[in-house]
């Protein structure tokens, strides 16, 4: 896990994608994602337009990342 800065985007607010993870998950400029408020505080993100080629993961798990 690596920790990460919220940084001042326009009117909003974001954070940086370790290039590991970027890389990993073949991911994108533009690419969209769905962004979970849980329950206890934390975020859960899908990367749903990973290019990254499954591997009999289901589409809804399997570039989940708890941060």
Partial sequence: MATQKILKVG???????????????SLKPGDQVDVIRELNNS??????????????LSPKNRHQKHI
């Fill in 11 to 25: 009117n909003s607010l974001g954070i940086t994608l370790p290039s590991n993870l970027v890389k990993d998950l």
């Fill in 43 to 56: 975020l859960t993100v899908n990367f749903i337009d990973s290019h990254q080629l499954s591997l009999g």
